[in-house]
C-alpha cells in the first residue's frame, strides 16, 4: 500500500490530505486564522464556579467560556497548585520543580469549590476544541508531546504503551525514561519508541523538557489574561504530527515556509524520511495536480455513491450522526436476497470505515444497514467493520448488529466534523435569477485584466477559471490567451482549476493572494 501525503497552503487556510493508493482516506483543514488548536496551554483565569455541575468555567479568550471540570484538574492538582502559586509570586526566578515537596493527592469524590476559587490563575490545556455552541473543554493535567514520548508535568509515574508486547523491551524504556525523566514529571512511552536508542529517547526529552520550562517562563511574564503560553505548533506541523507514518512515499508542499517547517519537523523525528518532503512546483493547483479535489467533491455531501451504484446518505445532527445503505439500482437476479443485502452492507462496511476518518465524524454514529436474516452474515458485517476500523487513530467502539438491523459506533472526538460544502453557489446568477449572456464571459475576463494592469497598476498575475473555460480560451492557435499575453503581456497567466464553477474566476497575484475584482453587482 502506496501512502502520500499533501499540504495545500493558502493565505486564509491550510489543508492536509492523505491518500492510500491514490485514495483519499483523510482530509484536515483549518483556517490560518483559528487560535483554538487541541494541546495549547493558556494561562488564565477561572471565571464562575458551578458547585452542581462539579465544575468551573476559565476565560480563554473564546466568544463561550471554556469548560474544566473537577476530575479533569488530575490527582496531582494539590501540587500543581502549590507551584503555581509560587510561579506567580515570584515574577523573575522561575522556582525549580524539583525542589517542590509532593502533596497529597486529590481524591475522586472531591469537590470543586473546596481546591479552586473564582479569579484564580491556573495553567490550562485545551483537550477539546470548540463544537457548535460549546467552548474548549480543558485539563489542568499538562502535556507535550513528541514523536516518541509525552511528558507530564507533576505526575511522577512512567507508563509503556500497551501495544509493545514484547516484556523485555518494555523493561527497557522503563529503566531507560526513569534515567532520564525530570523529577516530578510522568512520561507516556508511545509505541514508535520500540526499539529506539537511549541516545535518541534522551534527546526528545531534553526537548520536552525545554517546551515546558518556555512555557512557565512565557506564564510567569504574562501580564494580561488570557495569555497564550504554549502553541502547539505552526498549523502544518500540528496536523502532521497526527497523520505521519515513516512509511510515507512522499509528502508534497506548495508553500516554501511550510516546506521548511516541515522538513525540519520530520528531520528531528525520522531524519532517515527527510528526503521524502518535497516541494510541489507544478502550475496547476497541487490538489488538482494529484487529483484530490474531484475525490473531495465526490467524497463530502449527503449522498455518497460507492462501488456497484449503492449509495449511503449521511446526516448531522447535534446529538449523533445517522448513516443510511442503500442497495441503489444495484440488482443481481442469479444471488438470493441475503447474498445481495450481505454484498452490499459489506461493501457499506468499507466505505463507512473510510467516511468516519475522511469527515473526522465523532460522538455517536448509527448506522441503518440493508436488513439481514442470517446470523452468520450479521457476524460477517461486523467483523468487516472491525477490521476496517483497525486503520482508524481515533479511540471508538463497535457494538454487534441489532434486532433491528442498527449498528452503533461510538468515536473519539475532539474537534468538529469536517464538512465540506460541495454544492457550489449559481456561478451566473449569484442567487438573483437573472444572468448575463455566456457569450460575453471572456470580455468580462478581459475587462478585468485591462483594469487590474491599467487601474491597479498590476503587471504579473494569475487568472483561474474552470476548465471547460480554459479550454476554450486556450483552443486554436491564435487562442484567447495568446492575444491576451500578445496585448497584455508575458505576465498573465491562465490555469485551470476544478474547484469553480463553469463561469466563476479568481485573480491571484504573485504572492498567492486573492484580488477582490469583481463588481459590487456580480456578489450581491
Same mark, same amino acid.
Given at each position: 500500500?502506496? %501512502?502520500?501525503?499533501?499540504?495545500?497552503?493558502?493565505?486564509?487556510?491550510?489543508?492536509?490530505?492523505?491518500?492510500?493508493?491514490?485514495?483519499?482516506?483523510?482530509?484536515?483543514?483549518?483556517?490560518?486564522?483559528?487560535?483554538?488548536?487541541?494541546?495549547?496551554?493558556?494561562?488564565?483565569?477561572?471565571?464562575?464556579?458551578?458547585?452542581?455541575?462539579?465544575?468551573?468555567?476559565?476565560?480563554?479568550?473564546?466568544?463561550?467560556?471554556?469548560?474544566?471540570?473537577?476530575?479533569?484538574?488530575?490527582?496531582?492538582?494539590?501540587?500543581?497548585?502549590?507551584?503555581?502559586?509560587?510561579?506567580?509570586?515570584?515574577?523573575?526566578?522561575?522556582?525549580?520543580?524539583?525542589?517542590?515537596?509532593?502533596?497529597?493527592?486529590?481524591?475522586?469524590?472531591?469537590?470543586?469549590?473546596?481546591?479552586?476559587?473564582?479569579?484564580?490563575?491556573?495553567?490550562?490545556?485545551?483537550?477539546?476544541? #470548540?463544537?457548535?455552541?460549546?467552548?474548549?473543554?480543558?485539563?489542568?493535567?499538562?502535556?507535550?508531546?513528541?514523536?516518541?514520548?509525552?511528558?507530564?508535568?507533576?505526575?511522577?509515574?512512567?507508563?509503556?504503551?500497551?501495544?509493545?508486547?514484547?516484556?523485555?523491551?518494555?523493561?527497557?524504556?522503563?529503566?531507560?525514561?526513569?534515567?532520564?525523566?525530570?523529577?516530578?514529571?510522568?512520561?507516556?512511552?508511545?509505541?514508535?519508541?520500540?526499539?529506539?536508542?537511549?541516545?535518541?529517547?534522551?534527546?526528545?526529552?531534553?526537548?520536552?523538557?525545554?517546551?515546558?520550562?518556555?512555557?512557565?517562563?512565557?506564564?510567569?511574564?504574562?501580564?494580561?489574561?488570557?495569555?497564550?503560553?504554549?502553541?502547539?505548533?505552526?498549523?502544518?506541523?500540528?496536523?502532521?504530527?497526527?497523520?505521519?507514518?515513516?512509511?510515507?512515499?512522499?509528502?508534497?508542499?506548495?508553500?516554501?515556509?511550510?516546506?521548511?517547517?516541515?522538513? +525540519?519537523?520530520?528531520?528531528?523525528?525520522?531524519?532517515?524520511?527527510?528526503?521524502?518532503?518535497?516541494?510541489?512546483?507544478? +502550475?496547476?493547483?497541487?490538489?488538482?495536480?494529484?487529483?484530490?479535489?474531484?475525490?473531495?467533491?465526490?467524497?463530502?455531501?449527503?449522498?455518497?455513491?460507492?462501488?456497484?451504484?449503492?449509495?449511503?446518505?449521511?446526516?448531522?445532527? &447535534?446529538?449523533?450522526?445517522?448513516?443510511?445503505?442503500?442497495?441503489?439500482?444495484?440488482?443481481?437476479? &442469479?444471488?438470493?436476497?441475503?447474498?445481495?443485502?450481505?454484498?452490499? +452492507?459489506?461493501?457499506?462496511?468499507? &466505505?463507512?470505515?473510510?467516511?468516519?476518518?475522511?469527515?473526522?465524524?465523532?460522538?455517536?454514529?448509527?448506522?441503518?444497514?440493508? =436488513?439481514?436474516?442470517?446470523?452468520? %452474515?450479521?457476524?460477517?458485517?461486523?467483523?468487516?467493520?472491525?477490521?476496517?476500523?483497525?486503520?482508524?487513530?481515533?479511540?471508538?467502539?463497535?457494538? #454487534?448488529?441489532?434486532?433491528?438491523?442498527?449498528?452503533?459506533?461510538?468515536?473519539?472526538?475532539?474537534?468538529?466534523?469536517? =464538512?465540506?460544502?460541495?454544492?457550489?453557489?449559481?456561478?451566473?446568477?449569484?442567487?438573483?435569477?437573472?444572468?448575463?449572456?455566456?457569450?460575453?464571459?471572456?470580455?468580462?475576463?478581459?475587462?478585468?485584466?485591462?483594469?487590474?494592469?491599467?487601474?491597479?497598476?498590476?503587471?504579473?498575475?494569475?487568472?483561474?477559471?474552470?476548465?471547460?473555460?480554459?479550454?476554450?480560451?486556450?483552443?486554436?492557435?491564435?487562442?484567447?490567451?495568446?492575444?491576451?499575453?500578445?496585448?497584455?503581456?508575458?505576465?498573465?497567466?491562465?490555469?485551470?482549476?476544478?474547484?469553480?464553477?463553469?463561469?466563476?474566476?479568481?485573480?491571484?497575484? +504573485?504572492?498567492?493572494?486573492?484580488? =477582490?475584482?469583481?463588481?459590487?453587482?456580480?456578489?450581491?
Amino acid at each position: 500500500m502506496t %501512502s502520500e501525503l499533501f499540504i495545500d497552503v493558502h493565505p486564509k487556510k491550510i489543508s492536509i490530505a492523505l491518500t492510500e493508493d491514490k485514495r483519499l482516506m483523510e482530509y484536515q483543514e483549518e483556517s490560518q486564522e483559528a487560535s483554538f488548536q487541541v494541546g495549547n496551554v493558556y494561562l488564565a483565569k477561572v471565571k464562575k464556579l458551578m458547585p452542581g455541575l462539579n465544575s468551573c468555567f476559565v476565560n480563554v479568550g473564546y466568544e463561550k467560556d471554556a469548560f474544566l471540570h473537577y476530575l479533569d484538574l488530575g490527582p496531582q492538582f494539590n501540587s500543581y497548585a502549590k507551584y503555581m502559586k509560587r510561579l506567580m509570586s515570584d515574577r523573575k526566578n522561575l522556582p525549580p520543580q524539583d525542589k517542590i515537596t509532593p502533596q497529597p493527592e486529590c481524591p475522586k469524590d472531591g469537590s470543586i469549590q473546596h481546591v479552586l476559587q473564582q479569579g484564580q490563575e491556573v495553567l490550562v490545556q485545551i483537550v477539546k476544541e #470548540p463544537i457548535s455552541t460549546k467552548g474548549p473543554r480543558l485539563t489542568c493535567e499538562l502535556s507535550f508531546a513528541g514523536r516518541f514520548l509525552v511528558l507530564m508535568p507533576f505526575q511522577d509515574k512512567v507508563n509503556v504503551s500497551a501495544k509493545i508486547k514484547n516484556q523485555k523491551e518494555r523493561a527497557r524504556l522503563k529503566q531507560v525514561i526513569e534515567s532520564i525523566k525530570p523529577d516530578n514529571c510522568g512520561v507516556i512511552v508511545r509505541t514508535v519508541a520500540e526499539g529506539k536508542k537511549a541516545s535518541e529517547l534522551d534527546n526528545e526529552m531534553k526537548i520536552l523538557t525545554q517546551r515546558w520550562t518556555d512555557t512557565l517562563v512565557r506564564a510567569q511574564k504574562a501580564k494580561e489574561m488570557p495569555t497564550l503560553v504554549y502553541e502547539e505548533s505552526s498549523r502544518a506541523v500540528g496536523m502532521l504530527r497526527d497523520l505521519f507514518n515513516p512509511t510515507y512515499e512522499g509528502i508534497y508542499v506548495n508553500d516554501m515556509n511550510v516546506f521548511q517547517e516541515v522538513r +525540519n519537523y520530520v528531520s528531528l523525528i525520522a531524519p532517515e524520511r527527510t528526503d521524502c518532503v518535497k516541494m510541489y512546483k507544478g +502550475n496547476l493547483p497541487i490538489f488538482d495536480n494529484f487529483d484530490i479535489t474531484r475525490q473531495i467533491k465526490s467524497g463530502f455531501g449527503t449522498t455518497v455513491t460507492y462501488k456497484g451504484g449503492a449509495y449511503l446518505i449521511i446526516e448531522h445532527t &447535534e446529538a449523533l450522526h445517522v448513516i443510511d445503505v442503500n442497495s441503489g439500482n444495484r440488482t443481481k437476479k &442469479e444471488d438470493t436476497q441475503e447474498v445481495n443485502a450481505l454484498e452490499v +452492507n459489506l461493501g457499506a462496511a468499507d &466505505e463507512i470505515a473510510r467516511q468516519l476518518r475522511l469527515r473526522d465524524m465523532g460522538g455517536i454514529i448509527v448506522v441503518d444497514f440493508i =436488513d439481514m436474516k442470517n446470523a452468520e %452474515s450479521k457476524q460477517a458485517l461486523y467483523e468487516r467493520m472491525t477490521e476496517n476500523m483497525k486503520k482508524d487513530r481515533a479511540r471508538h467502539n463497535i457494538l #454487534p448488529l441489532t434486532k433491528f438491523g442498527l449498528m452503533q459506533i461510538t468515536r473519539q472526538r475532539v474537534r468538529p466534523v469536517m =464538512d465540506v460544502k460541495v454544492e457550489e453557489v449559481c456561478p451566473t446568477c449569484h442567487g438573483t435569477g437573472n444572468i448575463k449572456s455566456s457569450l460575453l464571459f471572456t470580455k468580462v475576463l478581459e475587462g478585468k485584466i485591462q483594469m487590474i494592469q491599467n487601474r491597479l497598476g498590476i503587471k504579473s498575475f494569475t487568472l483561474h477559471v474552470h476548465p471547460y473555460v480554459y479550454a476554450y480560451i486556450c483552443q486554436g492557435i491564435c487562442s484567447l490567451k495568446m492575444k491576451w499575453q500578445w496585448r497584455y503581456g508575458l505576465g498573465v497567466k491562465i490555469i485551470p482549476s476544478q474547484k469553480l464553477g463553469m463561469l466563476q474566476y479568481e485573480f491571484y497575484d +504573485n504572492h498567492g493572494h486573492e484580488m =477582490d475584482v469583481k463588481e459590487e453587482i456580480e456578489i450581491r
